[in-house]
């Protein structure tokens, strides 16, 4: 019982690594991109495997102002 409470996280782990190579290995992308250093210092993903049509960005929530404080008039 301890042999198999030993290896069995060892295997499980093999597996999904075995998993994780063939879905990268078989992924299809012919253009993996690279990173560009752009002239104002920030970093810019050119090339990949990735269009702007498939993020899905949701829209932005704008929150309610809240409202003033009502003033006394005293």
Known sequence: MTRLRTTAPLLLAAGLTALAVATV???GCDDPGRYDL???GTWSLVGGCV???D??????????P????????S
């Not at 809240?66 to 008039?73: D, N, W, Y």
């Open 25 to 27: 290995r078989d992924a």
């Open 51 to 53: 269009d702007p049509g």
């Open 38 to 40: 752009r002239p104002d």
């Open 55 to 64: 993020l899905v960005v949701p829209p932005p929530v704008v929150a309610d």
């Open 66 to 73: 809240a409202p003033a404080p009502e003033q006394s008039r």
